[in-house]
């Protein structure tokens, strides 16, 4: 609270989550601490990212119960219509319109701007640096993340539960089977050129490789390629790590159900990671397999 205590009047703390994610809201929080609160029960609380579920949550409830918070969003729609930046500035605004009285002050995580009614200092890794800042991160993270994790229950496939909307691996494999939901924000890359009206076209991936007998590859995001045969039933992704590209091998048997992973015709080659730089490499180990 070293900062806080500097400034004169009301100050909040003021962050958001859900900048990168390809589905779901941004979610921003404010926060106004008592002055001088130095509670025991907030001890360790840092980045919202750097914790676990578990202290997250136990965070969550401390803070709710001595602190006036605030949590707001921009939807889907908005983030679409406005671009990420203006929808980040629009949710941390209404956060902030939200509290029991105007702040004098508000402390903001990071480069945004938000049209605020009060003063507001921005602090480059905030929620380092200002106890406030890290209890807007615990609330606006712990609030996308139990609305993510009922949306997966509702939109099943996308392993919501556990990436809350980032664009994984699992994510994306939702997407090529049952292409996007109402939550996917469709003005993100990669889903603006992927996407049709219903389902996601395989042959609209930008190609690496065509006629790779017996598949084809296709490139979802960097370091991210799936690969399909020739009638677009998808068999597997290709992951680059620090080692080489790795090779994922699905096969399915049930239109809804989870593949089965290690199986299908790339099962030879499950796990096998490519050393070699290139696309002839890995073009070599699909067609051999």
């Not at 890359?189 to 790779?212: H, K, Q, Y």
């Amino acid at each position: 609270m070293r900062i806080e205590n500097a400034l004169e009047g009301t100050v909040c703390g003021v962050d958001e989550v859900g900048y990168s994610p390809v589905a779901g809201p941004v979610v921003a929080a404010a926060v106004v601490l008592p002055r001088g609160q130095r509670s025991r029960r907030l001890a360790g609380l840092r980045d919202s990212k750097q914790l676990s579920r578990e202290r997250r949550e136990r965070f969550f409830a401390e803070i709710d119960a001595i602190a006036d918070v605030s949590v707001a969003e921009a939807s889907v729609a908005e983030i679409d219509q406005l671009n990420i930046y203006q929808a980040n500035r629009l949710a941390m605004a209404r956060a902030v319109a939200g509290l029991n009285g105007a702040p004098d002050v508000a402390l903001v995580d990071g480069h945004f701007k938000p049209d605020l009614p009060c003063r507001f200092e921005n602090l480059i890794k905030g929620d380092e640096r200002s106890l406030s800042i890290a209890c807007a991160s615990i609330m606006a993270k712990v609030t996308r993340d139990r609305f993510m994790t009922v949306q997966g229950e509702r939109y099943p496939g996308y392993a919501w539960a556990s990436n809350v909307g980032y664009g994984t691996e699992a994510h994306h494999l939702g997407l090529l089977r049952f292409g996007p939901t109402p939550l996917h924000r469709r003005s993100f890359a990669p889903l603006n050129s992927w996407v049709t009206e219903t389902r996601i076209d395989a042959f609209r991936f930008v190609p690496i490789v065509r006629r790779v007998c017996p598949a084809e590859l296709f490139e979802l995001r960097a370091g991210l390629v799936a690969v399909f045969d020739t009638q677009r039933r998808h068999l597997g992704m290709l992951t680059r790590g620090a080692q080489g590209w790795r090779i994922r091998a699905y096969a399915y048997t049930d239109e809804m159900a989870d593949p089965a992973v290690g199986e299908g015709p790339l099962g030879a080659v499950h796990n096998r990671i490519v050393r070699e730089p290139g696309l002839a490499a890995l073009t070599e180990v699909v067609r051999s397999a």
